[in-house]
């Protein structure tokens, strides 16, 4: 899998304004700004990409996805 | 004691804990390491728990939290994250001040 299709996969499980995907093939490192973050402590933000990619994670088609920012519009202008 | 009463018990009793693969000083694994060093950096006072002493509690932490993964950070009996939202917190600035409101202990 390439970070470009790992980006993709994102931008259909959420409502993105931006993402940023990094990775070796197995190990992906993501950043992400969406309004579904919105009102979200960081633990619930992490708690919603993971669960929005459960079946990807779960069938280890993504075998490791770490996030490295998941910020709002607001917070990432 | 089950395991989720003595996770329970050491999250309410401790102001900071982190529940780890192997020790501070000796890591077993990166994301531990990460975790730690994260923590040392906040110069926060922690208990560290090793999962890999007790198998009920290595399975039984990510039961408390429903949480897959460990290392596991815990602030005043609450669950903050795992190692990504402590280095997502730790870089906005936001556990440096968790960790500051704590009362001294």
Excluded at chain 1, 24 to 46: M, N, P
Aim: charged letters at 20%.
């Amino acid at each position: 899998m390439s970070p470009e299709h790992v980006k993709q996969l994102i931008e259909a499980a959420l409502p993105c304004t931006a993402v940023e995907v990094e990775g070796d093939g197995h190990h992906f490192y993501a950043s992400i700004v969406s309004t579904a973050f919105e009102g979200l402590k960081l633990l619930d933000r992490h708690r919603l990409v993971k669960e929005r990619l459960k079946s990807q994670l779960d069938s280890g088609e993504l075998h490791a996805l770490s996030l490295r920012a998941t910020k709002t519009p607001a917070e990432a202008a | 004691m089950t395991a989720q009463e003595f996770i329970h018990q050491t999250v309410t009793e401790n102001p900071v804990v982190l529940f780890m693969k192997g020790t501070p000083t000796f890591p077993q694994c990166g994301f531990s390491a990460g975790a730690v060093q994260i923590l040392k950096n906040c110069n926060a006072q922690f208990v560290a728990i090793n999962v890999l002493e007790n198998p009920e509690v290595r399975q039984g932490i990510k039961d408390y939290a429903n949480w897959p993964t460990i290392p596991q950070l815990y602030i005043k009996g609450e669950f903050i994250g795992g190692s990504d939202i402590m280095r997502e917190l730790f870089g906005n600035g936001e556990l440096q001040k968790m960790l500051a409101d704590l009362p001294a202990n």
